[in-house]
T-cell receptor, first 113, second 115 residues
Framework: GDSVTQMEGPVTLSEEAFLTINCTYT??????LFWYVQYPGEGLQLLLK?????DKGSNKGFEATYRKETTSFHLEKGSVQVSDSAVYFC????????????FGSGTQLTVLP | NAGVTQTPKFRVLKTGQSMTLLCAQD?????MYWYRQDPGMGLRLIHY???????AKGEVPDGYNVSRLKKQNFLLGLESAAPSQTSVYFC??????????????FGSGTRLTVV
């Protein structure tokens, strides 16, 4: 079945540091890939997405590139801010069973001033 | 611009009590979902619905029931609450055939404590 594996957290960075959160997936077809962000006490919000290989999703300074050859969708940001502190979830939707998202376990990011 | 609204936001139940969580969406989405979020467990799908009058079991359906009598509402019921059901519950919705392209829209969650 489909699965998403995220790097273990928590991740703690200083403000302006470079961020990478690794995400790899297993899927039977050609999935769409998503990153969601959850701020403290809130629901999940869509951060960015990519629907086919080599697509790059971007939003709020975050980027992720759909790499079919390595089955990866790593999240990056060049300079993090304290306000980026949140939990980040990688997810996929398989075209073969396109009714659901499969989520990774989430990565807690804390950015210190 | 309400999106997905969950009520209540917080609730404390005693073991054995029952309650219903309400999820309402105003985007005319066809698909709706209930998830629970527990520390270290990520998001786990409880039940989902692909249209009015339909429901289906997810990964962890035991102890929960759902109903989708109206397209805009998806109710999650706990008939006899147990401490293991202490969790944060999230509702989500998506367009028909839209999950692949657009993902979900989530509610802000219900924090339930069973004592």
């Amino acid at each position: 079945g489909d699965s998403v594996t995220q790097m273990e957290g928590p991740v703690t960075l200083s403000e302006e540091a470079f961020l990478t959160i690794n995400c790899t997936y297993t899927a039977t077809g050609y999935p769409s890939l998503f990153w969601y962000v959850q701020y403290p006490g809130e629901g999940l919000q869509l951060l960015l997405k990519a629907t086919k290989a080599d697509d790059k999703g971007s939003n709020k300074g975050f980027e992720a590139t759909y790499r079919k050859e390595t089955t990866s969708f790593h999240l990056e940001k060049g300079s993090v801010q304290v306000s980026d502190s949140a939990v980040y979830f990688c997810a996929l939707s398989d075209a073969g069973s396109a009714r659901q998202l499969t989520f990774g376990s989430g990565t807690q990011l804390t950015v210190l001033p | 611009n309400a999106g997905v609204t969950q009520t209540p936001k917080f609730r404390v139940l005693k073991t054995g009590q029952s309650m219903t969580l309400l999820c309402a969406q105003d985007m005319n989405h066809e698909y709706m979902y209930w998830y629970r979020q527990d520390p270290g467990m990520g998001l786990r799908l409880i039940h989902y619905s692909v249209g009015e009058g339909t429901t289906a079991k997810g990964e962890v359906p035991d102890g929960y029931n759902v109903s989708r009598l109206k397209k805009q509402n998806f109710l999650l019921g706990l008939e006899s609450a147990a401490p293991s059901q202490t969790s944060v519950y999230f509702c989500a919705s998506s367009e028909k055939q839209g999950t692949f392209l657009y993902g979900y829209t989530f509610g802000s969650g219900t924090r339930l404590t069973v004592v």
